[in-house]
Protein backbone atom coordinates (compact mmCIF):
# COMPACT_ATOMS: atom_id res chain seq x y z
CA UNK A 1 0.00 0.00 0.00
CA UNK A 2 2.64 2.73 1.06
CA UNK A 3 4.35 1.40 -2.57
CA UNK A 4 1.41 2.53 -4.39
CA UNK A 5 0.95 6.03 -2.28
CA UNK A 6 4.44 6.97 -3.06
CA UNK A 7 4.51 5.36 -7.17
CA UNK A 8 1.13 7.86 -7.02
CA UNK A 9 2.88 10.85 -5.34
CA UNK A 10 5.85 10.31 -7.81
CA UNK A 11 3.37 10.29 -10.92
CA UNK A 12 1.63 13.59 -9.84
CA UNK A 13 5.04 15.42 -8.93
CA UNK A 14 6.22 14.35 -12.43
CA UNK A 15 2.84 15.60 -14.47
CA UNK A 16 3.23 18.78 -12.44
CA UNK A 17 6.60 19.38 -13.05
CA UNK A 18 5.71 18.56 -17.02
CA UNK A 19 2.80 20.91 -17.49
CA UNK A 20 4.52 23.73 -15.96
CA UNK A 21 7.06 23.24 -18.62
CA UNK A 22 4.63 22.60 -21.40
CA UNK A 23 4.23 26.72 -21.21
CA UNK A 24 7.39 27.12 -22.60
CA UNK A 25 7.20 27.81 -26.58
CA UNK A 26 10.77 26.99 -26.93
CA UNK A 27 11.04 23.93 -25.16
CA UNK A 28 11.45 20.91 -27.31
CA UNK A 29 11.89 17.74 -24.93
CA UNK A 30 12.13 16.51 -21.12
CA UNK A 31 13.75 13.11 -20.27
CA UNK A 32 11.66 11.13 -18.05
CA UNK A 33 12.52 7.95 -16.41
CA UNK A 34 9.99 4.80 -16.86
CA UNK A 35 10.76 1.37 -15.59
CA UNK A 36 14.76 2.29 -15.79
CA UNK A 37 14.81 3.96 -19.20
CA UNK A 38 14.84 7.24 -20.64
CA UNK A 39 12.00 8.86 -22.51
CA UNK A 40 11.76 11.34 -24.39
CA UNK A 41 8.47 13.30 -23.73
CA UNK A 42 7.72 16.44 -25.56
CA UNK A 43 6.75 19.28 -23.58
CA UNK A 44 5.17 21.55 -25.74
CA UNK A 45 1.93 21.38 -27.70
CA UNK A 46 2.03 23.72 -30.81
CA UNK A 47 4.94 21.33 -32.93
CA UNK A 48 3.50 21.07 -36.39
CA UNK A 49 5.67 18.26 -37.79
CA UNK A 50 4.05 19.75 -41.41
CA UNK A 51 6.17 23.03 -40.87
CA UNK A 52 9.83 21.37 -39.09
CA UNK A 53 10.13 18.81 -41.94
CA UNK A 54 12.94 19.80 -44.75
CA UNK A 55 12.93 16.25 -46.50
CA UNK A 56 10.21 16.43 -49.77
CA UNK A 57 7.81 13.48 -49.64
CA UNK A 58 9.62 12.69 -53.21
CA UNK A 59 12.66 11.84 -51.08
CA UNK A 60 11.37 10.28 -48.32
CA UNK A 61 9.41 7.77 -51.13
CA UNK A 62 13.02 7.41 -53.03
CA UNK A 63 14.62 6.55 -49.78
CA UNK A 64 11.99 4.06 -48.55
CA UNK A 65 12.17 2.23 -51.90
CA UNK A 66 15.76 2.17 -51.94
CA UNK A 67 15.47 0.33 -48.72
CA UNK A 68 12.71 -1.81 -48.74
CA UNK A 69 13.24 -2.76 -52.78
CA UNK A 70 9.75 -1.92 -54.31
CA UNK A 71 6.93 0.52 -55.20
CA UNK A 72 5.89 3.37 -52.55
CA UNK A 73 1.31 2.82 -51.59
CA UNK A 74 1.39 5.76 -49.45
CA UNK A 75 3.19 8.18 -47.03
CA UNK A 76 2.60 10.09 -43.67
CA UNK A 77 3.62 12.74 -42.37
CA UNK A 78 3.99 11.89 -38.38
CA UNK A 79 5.38 13.72 -35.60
CA UNK A 80 2.93 14.38 -32.79
CA UNK A 81 5.37 12.95 -29.90
CA UNK A 82 8.71 14.85 -31.58
CA UNK A 83 10.82 14.85 -34.63
CA UNK A 84 8.65 14.88 -37.68
CA UNK A 85 8.86 11.72 -39.49
CA UNK A 86 7.17 9.86 -42.64
CA UNK A 87 5.68 6.49 -42.60
CA UNK A 88 5.89 4.94 -46.09
CA UNK A 89 4.59 1.76 -47.03
CA UNK A 90 6.51 -0.13 -49.78
CA UNK A 91 4.90 -2.76 -51.81
CA UNK A 92 6.73 -6.16 -53.18
CA UNK A 93 4.47 -8.60 -54.56
CA UNK A 94 2.52 -9.86 -51.47
CA UNK A 95 5.05 -8.17 -48.95
CA UNK A 96 4.51 -4.54 -47.49
CA UNK A 97 7.07 -2.86 -46.00
CA UNK A 98 6.38 0.25 -43.25
CA UNK A 99 9.63 2.49 -43.37
CA UNK A 100 10.22 5.04 -41.40
CA UNK A 101 12.23 8.17 -42.40
CA UNK A 102 13.50 10.99 -40.38
CA UNK A 103 11.99 13.85 -42.11
CA UNK A 104 14.68 16.44 -41.51
CA UNK A 105 17.93 14.33 -42.38
CA UNK A 106 16.44 11.67 -44.49
CA UNK A 107 17.51 8.76 -41.80
CA UNK A 108 15.99 5.54 -42.16
CA UNK A 109 14.73 5.02 -38.81
CA UNK A 110 13.13 1.78 -39.03
CA UNK A 111 10.77 -0.73 -40.85
CA UNK A 112 8.75 -3.67 -40.40
CA UNK A 113 7.59 -5.94 -42.52
CA UNK A 114 4.23 -7.78 -43.43
CA UNK A 115 2.87 -10.18 -45.95
CA UNK A 116 -0.51 -9.26 -47.79
CA UNK A 117 -2.47 -11.71 -48.61
CA UNK A 118 -4.44 -9.46 -50.87
CA UNK A 119 -3.10 -8.86 -54.43
CA UNK A 120 -3.16 -5.01 -54.84
CA UNK A 121 -3.50 -4.17 -58.76
CA UNK A 122 -0.68 -2.00 -59.98
CA UNK A 123 -1.02 1.54 -60.82
CA UNK A 124 0.40 3.25 -63.77
CA UNK A 125 1.79 6.08 -61.86
CA UNK A 126 3.77 5.97 -59.12
CA UNK A 127 2.93 7.76 -56.13
CA UNK A 128 5.37 10.99 -56.67
CA UNK A 129 3.98 11.74 -59.60
CA UNK A 130 0.71 11.74 -58.26
CA UNK A 131 1.94 14.16 -55.19
CA UNK A 132 3.36 16.42 -58.11
CA UNK A 133 0.26 16.49 -59.60
CA UNK A 134 -1.94 17.40 -56.63
CA UNK A 135 0.80 20.09 -55.26
CA UNK A 136 0.64 21.53 -58.92
CA UNK A 137 -3.23 21.95 -58.26
CA UNK A 138 -3.11 22.83 -54.12
CA UNK A 139 0.38 24.64 -53.49
CA UNK A 140 1.29 23.45 -49.62
CA UNK A 141 2.95 20.63 -47.74
CA UNK A 142 1.89 17.00 -48.48
CA UNK A 143 0.99 15.32 -45.01
CA UNK A 144 -0.48 12.42 -46.47
CA UNK A 145 -0.94 10.45 -49.62
CA UNK A 146 -2.28 6.85 -50.12
CA UNK A 147 -3.04 4.97 -53.18
CA UNK A 148 -6.98 3.72 -52.62
CA UNK A 149 -10.01 1.83 -55.03
CA UNK A 150 -12.92 4.57 -55.93
CA UNK A 151 -15.61 2.13 -57.26
CA UNK A 152 -13.11 0.04 -58.58
CA UNK A 153 -11.05 2.53 -60.04
CA UNK A 154 -7.42 2.99 -58.74
CA UNK A 155 -6.63 6.69 -57.44
CA UNK A 156 -4.55 8.35 -55.20
CA UNK A 157 -5.67 10.13 -52.31
CA UNK A 158 -3.48 13.20 -51.58
CA UNK A 159 -3.71 15.39 -47.98
CA UNK A 160 -2.63 18.56 -48.61
CA UNK A 161 -1.74 21.72 -45.88
CA UNK A 162 -1.68 24.68 -47.83
CA UNK A 163 0.19 28.09 -46.94
CA UNK A 164 -2.81 29.52 -44.99
CA UNK A 165 -3.12 26.53 -43.15
CA UNK A 166 -6.66 25.09 -45.01
CA UNK A 167 -6.21 21.30 -45.64
CA UNK A 168 -7.04 19.91 -48.55
CA UNK A 169 -8.06 16.26 -50.36
CA UNK A 170 -6.87 16.30 -54.05
CA UNK A 171 -8.12 12.86 -55.92
CA UNK A 172 -5.95 11.66 -58.87
CA UNK A 173 -6.13 9.35 -60.86
CA UNK A 174 -3.25 6.49 -60.49
CA UNK A 175 -3.81 5.38 -63.88
CA UNK A 176 -3.78 8.73 -66.20
CA UNK A 177 -3.06 11.07 -63.77
CA UNK A 178 -6.30 13.09 -64.16
CA UNK A 179 -7.21 15.22 -60.88
CA UNK A 180 -10.99 13.62 -60.31
CA UNK A 181 -11.70 16.55 -57.43
CA UNK A 182 -10.28 18.44 -54.70
CA UNK A 183 -11.67 20.16 -51.89
CA UNK A 184 -10.86 21.54 -48.47
CA UNK A 185 -11.28 18.24 -45.99
CA UNK A 186 -11.50 19.39 -42.47
CA UNK A 187 -12.05 15.76 -41.31
CA UNK A 188 -9.23 14.48 -40.07
Known sequence: ?????YTLAAIGTAVLALSACGTASTAT??????????????THAHHTSAQTASLSPAQAISIAQKQAGGRAT??????????PVYEVEV????REHTVYV??????????KLETEWKPMRQAALPLERAIEIAQSKIDGRVLEAE????RGQIVYKVEILSADN???KVIVDANNGNVLASFVDYDD
Open 74 to 83: EIHLKGKYGA
Open 29 to 42: AAPAHQHGHTVEVP
Open 102 to 111: DAANGKVLGS
Open 166 to 168: VPY
Open 1 to 5: MKKNV
Open 91 to 94: RSGQ
Open 147 to 150: RDSN
